[in-house]
């Protein structure tokens, strides 16, 4: 069950970053989910090294560094798929 809490607050994470971030990113649901996945543990272990708790617990500074985690990592994938599409 906190595994999809996980992918959950994850997707959240990811669409929030959209949403802040400016500009149409042309990501799909699973890339966002992803990203946002990815930006949850990194903000998750920031928290927990500066001791506001532990990894799995969902807590303010975590879920801010989440998102702010994600919107770099939309702005990577964009970069990168951006580069991709130059070379086609």
């Known amino acids: 069950m906190a595994l999809i809490g996980f992918l959950v607050f994850g997707l959240v994470v990811g669409a ?4 802040i971030k400016p500009g149409k990113q042309n990501l799909s649901l699973l890339m966002t989910l992803v990203l946002g996945v990815v930006g949850s543990l990194i903000g998750g272990i920031i928290a927990s090294a500066l001791g506001t708790g532990s990894i799995t617990e969902l807590n303010v500074l975590g879920a801010i560094i989440a998102i702010v985690a ?8 964009e970069g990168m798929s951006g580069k991709n599409r130059s070379h086609a």
Do not use: N, Q
């Open 16 to 19: 929030v970053a959209r949403l």
């Open 70 to 77: 994600a919107v770099l990592l939309i702005g990577v994938a």
